[in-house]
């Protein structure tokens, strides 16, 4: 505040008003979050009448941080800079303040500043914070994007869905990014004042900050805490003993607060899902439209060459050394939409951006931002990483064989594999889009050939040792905790028998291929018919894949076919069906009214579960919360517990829920729920011949009991009901009687419900004395004349009174 004999009594920042108007009213309504670009107002409170221009003048200084010191005039300058305009209203001086659309995001200190005629400086308000986001609403700023439809969900969607599993049998994962969530606005650019760049010339790295490519880069580096002080250390080994298991992760919000919490202390741990979660949480709490993008049967090409290369002696047992080439079942990174001024023109748009710590770039764990569409033209010459992204989606698979001589030999080669079903959510509901074809031309033709050829990759014939000899494998429904069959067949197109030594392996691995232990091993000599076909059963039994099966329940089945000189090879990855938590809610969804949620699970193992463990949270409903299972969990046993919450917004929300044990990971649950607005209908009546002293105003809202009989006549007493219930008002010793349904007091607020009062004596009177009379809001009319019973201790006196006036109706949230 400023000093008491000055000018300025305050700033109200109209938080509400502003804050709506810029998207961010989600994020909070009691501090100001505006967007670059986009101007907004303010209002100078002062003591008297607002200071004359003519003997006084305003000015306005803007702090980034510590650092950048910006000057507001109150004449528009030239394009790029702040500026303000005025308007006196009495006792305030209305501000619109005007920021450039390649203004840096960040935190701001703004101060108003009051100068005499000759520019003395003579009063300032007390400094008010406020944040400045990127505008994808603006046409202006570099992450523009027209159309509506996808902002909703790019930026202001706070539930999502990950894309798991393998190519053919793909899974969903739901994940709350709960951008808007109290606090998270403020952690993310603590995320970016802790980058190296941040912390070693500040000044220079809030100035960057007006650039999404900068931005977005930076942020994939800090959301992975390889190289700095980072938000998520990744394990992939199944040892998680110091820290929470990736899959137990449900949401953002957690990570990023644990992370801010304990000082900028990496969380242990995350995989990738949980990285491009995490980072898509922060680019579109920023401003930056941003959607998360799977790639199943994705190339991790460590030496550059465009193929994914794999050793393998003749038992099938790698014999890779060092830094091994690998293909992730799925791969998970964010796409985010801006201009790339820095790039010839065209490649505007979509740029992967991915915070997984595979490969260093520029001397950091960071990939991105790379157009999407230089991956699809093979342009790996642009910036950033093309090379790296382009090989995740092209990359040739070519298994060798070595010989005990240490020769070797080629059983397979497949160019078709990697890159396919490329996928993110849907902008219209929770739905898979595939996006393959904008990364890639349809395999196999002549542009794909091409461009191939233009990333540098000669292209090589399609063919394994044999012409002949062809190798499919099969498999039943594998339901995780069952025993299932796996079927090897091995075709034969030539004129001849052909001997050969068939060899089945399968082994327990994770979704980036590391070999957690073989479960079981078949190898027999076959004779196939010519022009026909044997097949082979292996059954694959619990007890043998049970102990050594990773948290991403995968098993991957390896066939090797020796004839002669020839050998051919074939894989397949099976992952393993499991169970879904079952969510019931009890009590109604209205915000602060609270639920009891029912979760139930079913042990489908057959050995029993210990140390059960629920974690719980929802944007818009609850933080997160974990519940301890009760008991040990038998095999087929069910279990059920209950936790309460209060949803603290409105709107449509996911409640997702993680299951944990001691055997068993990663079983998800979820529950979409409507939640409605606390809403506040009230009605006022004034009695006959009365003023405002017989005015009786009634609040009505979901939630607590009637007015009892007894209570005294008060202006601006309040009372809660529960819609369709009866409410009684006494206005000056009458009672009367407001009834209404719940979806007539709704639609209040479009001025059509009808909602009846009724004029009655106490409770216990006949029900003949009633009069009842309708009316609607957009009218005041009113409501009799009426029989009346005049309540008194004395005695009770039938009247017949004037009528009673309606004076307001309305509705409140």
Excluded at 193 to 206: H, I, M, Q, V
Excluded at 409 to 427: D, M
Excluded at 595 to 622: C, D, H, M, Q, R
């Amino acid at each position: 505040m400023a000093d008491q004999s000055g000018v300025f009594i305050g700033l109200d920042l109209q938080c509400q008003e502003n804050n709506h108007a810029h998207h961010t009213e989600e994020m909070d309504i009691d501090r100001l979050l505006v967007r670059r670009g986009q101007p907004f107002t303010i209002a100078v409170q002062c003591r008297d009448v607002a200071p004359q221009p003519v003997r006084h003048q305003l000015a306005l200084v803007l702090h980034l941080g510590k650092e950048v010191v910006l000057k507001v005039s109150s004449s528009r300058p030239a394009r790029g800079q702040w500026w303000f305009s005025q308007q006196a209203a009495q006792s305030e001086i209305m501000l619109t303040l005007h920021s450039p659309a390649d203004a840096p995001v960040g935190l701001y200190t703004m101060t108003i500043v009051l100068l005499s005629a000759d520019g003395r400086i003579l009063e300032r308000t007390t400094p008010e914070k406020f944040y400045l986001l990127f505008n994808p609403w603006c046409k202006a700023d570099s992450v523009y994007l027209n159309d509506e439809e996808q902002l909703l969900e790019y930026i202001l969607n706070e539930n999502g869905t990950l894309y798991q599993g393998s190519w053919d049998e793909i899974t969903s994962l739901p994940w709350n990014f709960g951008q808007f969530e109290r606090d998270v606005v403020d952690i993310c650019f603590e995320v970016l004042d802790n980058s190296p760049a941040a912390l070693k010339n500040p000044e220079k790295g809030l100035a960057r900050r007006a650039d999404p490519v900068y931005v977005s880069r930076t942020i994939t580096a800090m959301v992975n805490a390889n190289d700095d002080r980072g938000v998520v250390s990744g394990r992939w080994d199944g040892q998680y003993g110091d820290g929470v298991p990736p899959t137990r992760w449900t949401g953002s919000v957690p990570i990023l607060r644990r992370w801010s919490e304990t000082g900028a202390q990496r969380v242990r741990y995350g995989q990738c899902w949980v990285f491009s979660g995490v980072a898509c949480t922060i680019l579109r709490c920023l401003g930056i439209p941003t959607r998360c993008v799977t790639n199943f049967s994705s190339a991790h090409d460590t030496d550059g060459n465009l193929t994914v290369d794999y050793l393998f002696n003749e038992r099938l047992e790698s014999v890779s050394e060092g830094k091994k080439d690998m293909i992730w079942n799925y791969h998970c990174w964010v796409e985010a939409w801006m201009k790339r001024e820095d790039l010839p023109k065209g490649y505007d748009g979509w740029q992967v951006l991915d915070p997984t710590p595979q490969e260093r770039s520029d001397g950091v764990y960071c990939c991105g931002p790379c157009p999407v569409k230089a991956v699809k033209e093979g342009e790996v010459g642009f910036k950033y990483d093309a090379p790296f992204v382009f090989s995740e989606v092209n990359a040739d698979i070519v298994s060798w064989i070595v010989h005990s001589d240490g020769e070797r030999s080629r059983a397979s080669l497949n160019s078709k594999i990697v890159g396919r079903n490329i996928s993110t959510k849907g902008v219209h509901g929770d739905y898979r889009e595939d996006i393959t074809d904008q990364y890639k031309y349809p395999e196999g033709s002549v542009k794909e050939r091409e461009i191939f050829e233009k990333a540098g990759r000669r292209v090589v014939q399609q063919n394994g040792g044999s012409d002949q000899l062809e190798l499919i494998i099969k498999h039943a429904q594998a339901v995780h905790g069952t025993d299932f069959d796996v079927i090897v067949e091995v075709h034969n197109s030539g004129g001849q028998d052909t001997l050969a030594q068939l060899t089945v392996t399968s082994n327990a691995v994770t979704y980036n291929s590391l070999h957690m232990g073989e479960c079981q091993r078949k190898t027999s000599n076959v004779t196939v018919p010519a022009q026909q076909a044997h097949k082979e059963v292996l059954r694959l039994r619990y007890d043998h894949y049970g102990p050594c099966v990773s948290e991403h329940h995968l098993i991957r089945v390896m066939a090797l076919l020796k004839a002669g000189t020839q050998h051919v090879m074939q894989e397949v990855n099976i992952p393993l069906s499991m169970p879904k938590l079952h969510i019931k809610i009890i009590g109604e969804m209205v915000v602060s009214r609270k639920v009891t949620a029912l979760i139930s699970f079913t042990n489908p193992l057959p050995i029993t579960l210990k140390g059960g463990l629920f974690t719980v949270e929802g944007a818009g409903l609850t933080e997160a919360q974990e519940v301890p299972a009760p008991e040990d969990i038998g095999p087929g046993q069910n279990v059920t517990v209950k936790f309460s919450f209060k949803p603290k917004r409105a709107g449509l929300r996911k409640l997702l829920v993680d299951f944990d044990s001691d055997k068993l990971r990663d079983v998800k649950g979820e529950a979409t729920l409507r939640v409605r607005r606390k809403m506040h209908y009230f009605i006022s009546l004034q009695a006959p011949g009365n003023d405002d002293c017989g005015r009786r105003e009634q609040h009505l809202q979901p939630a607590a009991t009637p007015l009892p009989a007894s209570a005294p006549a008060s202006p601006t007493s309040k009372t809660d009901i529960t819609p369709p219930q009866h409410v009684s008002m006494h206005v000056q010793g009458y009672v009367f009687v407001v009834k209404g349904n719940q979806a007539d007091l709704e639609n209040l607020e479009a001025q059509r419900a009808n909602v009846e009062a009724s004029a009655v004596t106490r409770s216990d009177q006949p029900s003949n004395v009633n009069q009842t009379q309708s009316w609607n809001p957009c009218c005041t009319p009113e409501l009799g004349p009426l029989p009346l019973k005049k309540s008194s201790p004395e005695q009770d006196q039938e009247l017949e009174l004037e009528p009673a006036k309606v004076v307001e109706t309305g509705i409140w949230t």
